[in-house]
């Protein structure tokens, strides 16, 4: 079964840098869209970004300006590169893949740790 495979998260003091990536572990058809959400401790699951197959993107209020989603559609791979990192910014990020229409999927990683320090 294909899985989604993140890496790059990690302790980072505020103002610093962290990017993450996501890709799938297998063949899949391609999605019809790639995202990235968070969830912090005691907290709902929130979108954080998405990249559409068409390569629009859009980005929560709460990260504009400091994070970027970038997706490269022919490797099936989702990135997000965060900067000017907060302590607020500290949660558990997941990616995702949904692929509507015929042979649907939604996927998900399981998820990196990224912790902002003060």
């Known amino acids: 079964q294909v899985q989604l495979v993140e890496s790059g998260g990690g302790l980072v003091q505020a103002g610093g840098s962290l990017r993450l990536s996501c890709a799938a572990s297998?063949?899949?058809?391609?999605?019809?869209?790639m995202g990235w959400y968070r969830q912090a401790p005691g907290k709902q699951r929130e979108l954080v970004a998405t990249f559409t197959s068409g390569g629009s993107t859009n980005h929560a209020d709460s990260v504009k300006g400091r994070f970027t989603i970038a997706g490269d559609n022919a490797k099936n791979t989702v990135y997000l590169q965060m900067n000017s990192l907060k302590p607020e910014d500290t949660a558990v990020y997941y990616c995702?893949?949904?692929?509507?229409?015929?042979?649907?999927?939604?996927?998900w990683g399981q998820g990196t740790q990224v912790t902002v320090s003060s």
């Open positions: 995702n893949f949904k692929k509507t229409g015929w042979l649907k999927y939604d996927l």
């Open positions: 297998g063949s899949i058809l391609s999605p019809n869209a």
